[in-house]
């Protein structure tokens, strides 16, 4: 029940725009279009909204795509071979090549065998009002997530980055507590936890991706993409971040029993500079802290002897680098203070929002 009313307060505004947009397409297709029983465009409005912020507009155009294809192919099938089942499979199986052909994505993929099927069942008339209602719930669809309520770029960057670190910072969690436990607590530990952390680096990426599309395709942010690139390039560095730390995780389950709770408590350190990171929201005072934690954190790590802990700490130090570049400092800098034992370390101030 802890994650329930994140979880509706996440989504109430999103699912307010589906709402508001679906009796929109209903009411225009009902009464523009006079369609006695305009299912299918509240249906197109939907499917194109159903989708994180920040794709619903190329999903729109994919709904499109698909429903115009698949109609185009089920006129064909139904012209030439008429209503029954061959007709049907033939449509179907034409439809979804087409679909691969113009995208490859599932919900054109969908939305053209559907059109095939409903162009194929019930005639020509059927087909056309298929297209018309596509037409008018995707425009519904691209009106509200590209004019009315277009997504904000760094909302969604840094939405993102926030739960990436939060994710990174429980996985350093999770591999610190066996590394202080007795022996049968090791054995009971759930490692299988530390697997969101790749579902999370790939959300990342959509997410960028995602960013990158409405920079170029929204009309308010078109002319301002310098920022969004500088925060875009700031979540690449989350993605050397996370493979440094799982780095650091896979070497800390190898280490010797006398060199386990020495590293616990540096991973636990680096746990919290993370989550400190991901509840920062963009303060320049707050990266600056932790980079000068993060260097407390190198300084104070444990001494390298056996060669498994040469490289444990090695990835110590990679994690603490990549933090600092995530903070904002330069990539050689970040490496010299971490090498040389610095105590600070400048990092330069991060777009706000509202630039």
Request: hydrophobic share 50%.
């Amino acid at each position: 029940m802890r994650g329930t009313w994140p979880r509706v307060k996440a989504n109430l505004w999103p699912v307010l725009q589906q709402s508001a947009a679906a009796a929109l397409s209903w009411w225009i297709a009902g009464n523009v279009f006079d369609h006695h029983v305009p299912l299918f465009a509240p249906i197109a409005t939907l499917v194109a909204l159903n989708t994180p912020v920040g794709g619903r507009g190329t999903n729109a155009v994919r709904v499109m795509a698909g429903v115009i294809a698949g109609v185009i192919v089920g006129q064909l099938a139904f012209r030439f071979l008429g209503h029954g089942d061959g007709a049907v499979g033939a449509a179907v199986l034409c439809a979804l090549l087409v679909a691969l052909l113009i995208d490859g994505e599932r919900i054109t993929m969908a939305q053209a065998a559907v059109g095939a099927v409903i162009s194929v069942a019930a005639g020509q008339q059927a087909g056309v009002d298929r297209v018309q209602d596509a037409l008018l719930g995707a425009g519904v669809a691209l009106v509200f997530s590209q004019v009315l309520f277009p997504p904000h770029p760094f909302t969604l960057l840094r939405r993102a980055e926030a739960a990436t670190l939060r994710g990174l910072g429980r996985a350093m969690e999770l591999a610190a507590r066996p590394l202080d436990a007795s022996a049968d607590e090791q054995e009971g530990q759930a490692w299988k936890e530390l697997r969101p952390v790749y579902t999370l680096l790939n959300d990342l990426g959509r997410t960028r991706d995602d960013a990158i599309a409405v920079a170029r395709r929204t009309p308010r942010w078109r002319g301002r993409r310098e920022p969004i690139q500088r925060e875009i390039a700031a979540t690449r560095c989350l993605d050397l971040l996370g493979n440094s730390c799982l780095t650091l995780i896979r070497g800390a389950t190898i280490l010797d029993p006398v060199h386990r709770k020495a590293l616990a408590a540096t991973l636990r350190e680096l746990s919290g500079a993370l989550d400190a990171l991901a509840e920062a929201r963009g303060s320049h005072a707050v990266f600056q802290h932790v980079a000068r934690r993060t260097l407390d954190i190198v300084r104070d790590a444990p001494e390298r002897g056996s060669a498994v802990p040469v490289a444990v700490g090695e990835s110590v130090r990679l994690v603490a680098a990549d933090i600092l570049v995530f903070a904002g400092a330069d990539p050689d800098e970040a490496e010299r203070a971490v090498r040389d034992g610095s105590t600070d370390i400048t990092v330069e101030r991060r777009a706000h929002p509202g630039e």
